[in-house]
C-alpha cells in the first residue's frame, strides 16, 4: 500500500477483554515496529520484527502482551485481559531495514473502560 | 531509561523566529533521526544523520551531530504557525538490536 495502514482507528474495550491490533506495513519494508504512547508522553518501544522474526522483544509491559508477524507482512498486537493502565495510541512503523527511516501508521487508540 | 533525551521539554517562539531542540543520548550509535508530530497521532521523518556525518540540511531545517558529546540539535529557521507539533529524536544503537529508540519530545508552539 501507499503507506502504514493501523486498524482500528479507535477501540474501546472493557476492562478484562483481549483486543487484537492489526498493522499493514508498507510493502517491500522489512522491518516493523510497535509502539505505545500515553497522552503527552513520549514513544514507549514495545516490539521490533525484522522479517517474521522479533530480535527484540524487551519492551513488552507484561506476559499479557504479544506480537506475530507472517509472511514478513502484517503484524498483530494482542493485548489480553485488558486493564486500564492500557489505555493509550498504539503506533506501527515501519522501514525498509531496521534502523533506517521509519514510516508511522496514525495509531489505533485503545480505551479500557 | 530513555536511551535519547530532548531539551527543552517545551518552547515557545514568535513566528519568523528561529527554534533550536536538542538531544542528548548515552550509548554510541549508528544513526540519529529527528521526527515530527502532530495532534498526538503518526510521526513524519524529517532527517537521518549518520554517525560519520556531522551536519545535515533539509529546507529550513538543520541537523547537527557531535559524536563527542553525543549529542544533536535541530534548527528550523524563520518558523511558521505550521511548525507547531512536538519534536522528537529517536537513535539507533551501534551494538544490539538495530531498533528506533525515541526521546520524550520537544513540544514547539509558533505564535503568531
Known amino acids: 500500500g501507499a503507506g502504514v495502514s493501523q486498524s482500528p482507528s479507535n477501540k474501546v474495550t472493557e476492562k478484562g477483554k483481549d483486543v487484537e491490533l492489526r498493522c499493514d506495513p508498507i510493502s517491500g519494508h522489512t522491518a516493523l515496529y510497535w509502539y505505545r504512547q500515553s497522552l503527552g508522553q513520549g514513544l514507549e518501544f514495545l516490539i521490533y520484527f525484522q522479517g517474521n522474526s522479533a530480535p527484540d522483544k524487551s519492551g513488552l509491559p507484561s506476559d499479557r502482551f504479544s506480537a506475530e508477524r507472517t509472511g514478513g507482512s502484517v503484524s498483530t498486537l494482542t493485548i489480553q485481559r485488558t486493564q486500564q493502565e492500557d489505555s493509550a495510541v498504539y503506533l506501527c512503523?515501519?522501514?525498509?531495514?531496521?534502523?533506517?527511516?521509519?514510516?508511522f501508521g496514525q495509531g489505533t487508540r485503545l480505551t479500557v473502560v | 531509561s530513555q536511551q535519547g533525551e530532548e531539551d527543552p521539554q517545551a518552547l515557545s517562539i514568535q513566528e519568523g523566529e528561529n527554534a533550536t531542540m536538542n538531544c542528548s543520548y548515552k550509548?554510541?550509535?549508528?544513526?540519529l533521526q529527528w521526527y515530527r508530530q502532530n495532534s498526538g497521532r503518526g510521526l513524519v521523518h524529517l532527517i537521518l544523520?549518520?554517525?560519520?556525518?556531522r551536519e545535515k540540511h533539509s529546507g529550513r531545517l538543520r541537523v547537527t551531530l557531535d559524536t563527542s558529546k553525543k549529542s544533536s540539535s535541530l534548527l528550523i529557521t524563520a518558523s511558521r504557525a505550521a511548525d507547531t507539533a512536538s519534536y522528537f529524536c529517536a537513535t539507533v544503537l551501534i551494538q544490539g538490536a538495530q531498533k528506533l529508540v525515541f526521546g520524550q519530545g520537544t513540544r514547539l508552539t509558533i505564535n503568531p
Open positions: 544523520i549518520r554517525s560519520n556525518e
Open positions: 550509548t554510541s550509535i549508528n544513526n
Open positions: 512503523a515501519s522501514s525498509w531495514y531496521r534502523g533506517e527511516r521509519a514510516f
